[in-house]
């Protein structure tokens, strides 16, 4: 998993045959509600998610996916500025 600050997006490979995928933001300052974003299978293994709408500060990306037998995750530290 990538944070891109100038593009405003997080960019991560998956396997093209996952079955179920989300990510899921939390911020690390408040107890605000985490933001989780659905992954939807496509015909390439990259995928982009925005994080544009994201308030100011510190966020844990969490990133979450099973290929309907094992589940795994990937977990990033993020400053949104």
């Known amino acids: ?3 891109q ?3 405003h997006q997080v960019a991560f490979v998956l ?12 911020r690390i300052a408040s107890g605000a509600e985490n933001v989780t974003i659905p992954i939807q299978p496509g015909k390439l293994p990259r995928h982009v998610v925005s994080t544009e709408k994201l308030e100011k500060g510190y966020w844990r990306a969490l ?3 099973s ?9 990033k530290m993020i400053e949104i500025v």
């Open 1 to 3: 998993m990538t944070y």
């Open 15 to 26: 396997p093209l045959y996952f079955w179920k995928a989300e990510i899921v933001f939390t």
């Open 5 to 7: 600050p100038v593009a």
């Open 63 to 65: 990133l979450n996916w």
């Open 67 to 75: 290929d309907g037998h094992a589940q795994y995750y990937s977990e």
